[in-house]
């Protein structure tokens, strides 16, 4: 016989899995974006040394065919680059805390069917209040043969996040004094890889999670 009936914890994890799903394709988009940018460094170029000239606007600059091609290539390479590192940033954003919120909705005894998360003026996705600046170091692991690697995300997220979570404006007018500046350009980078790590690892602990909490559904 033929199941129609979709349990809430199926949608759940399939809205945790898109998540993912989304992004990977950005990770993915950016770090070939970079490689792209990175065939059109200035310092690595070899310049061609030619100019040309155009009767019908004389100036004394003459034209450098070569260097415009490579100034306008590379700044549009910049551009799209920069635009794909925004994408990764607030997908591997939404992978990791929508993966939390999951299982902070779970263990809390709650049946959601999809991840919920609201999104910013600017088209950002929004931490939600109650994992914000970082989701909290969930207790009832211990018997999970991945919990060590949980409690490490956990902890690199906490090291990159409070500062990560501050700048990228949540309601937050300032950054805390808290936060010493020197480190603020090497954290922010290490943000995304970090979120979607953490992400990885909180959609398996889900799945951990769900084991004892859709038992009753079986069939």
């Given amino acids: 016989m033929t199941r129609t009936t979709i349990w809430w914890f199926e949608t759940l994890t399939d809205s945790v899995s898109a998540l993912g799903a989304a992004a990977r394709e950005a990770r993915t988009a950016h770090r070939a974006a970079q490689a792209a940018g990175a065939q059109y460094k200035f310092d690595r170029l070899r310049h061609v040394d030619g100019a040309i000239a155009d009767p019908c606007q004389p100036s004394a600059v003459p034209d450098r065919p070569h260097d415009r091609a490579l100034l306008s290539i590379a700044v549009s390479h910049l551009a799209h ?31 959601p069917r999809l991840v919920e998360l609201s999104r910013q003026a600017d088209g950002r996705t929004a931490i939600p209040d109650e994992l914000f600046p970082v989701p909290p170091a969930f207790k ?47 954290k922010l980078a290490a943000a995304p890889d970090t979120a979607f790590t953490y992400g990885q690892i909180a959609e398996s602990a889900l799945t951990f999670t769900l084991l004892d909490h859709r038992h009753p559904y079986r069939r």
Avoid at 160 to 185: C, E, K, M, S
Wanted: aromatic share 12%.
């Fill in 81 to 111: 680059e920069c635009r794909m590192a925004e994408l990764y940033d607030d997908a591997a954003a939404a992978y990791a805390f929508g993966a939390a919120w999951a299982i902070l909705r779970v263990l809390d005894g709650q049946q």
């Fill in 140 to 186: 009832g692991f211990d018997t999970w043969d991945g919990h060590k690697q949980f409690e490490q995300a956990h902890e690199e997220l906490e090291r990159v996040g409070d500062l990560w979570a501050y700048v990228r404006g949540l309601n937050q007018p300032d950054i805390p004094d808290t936060f010493d500046l020197l480190d603020v350009n090497e």
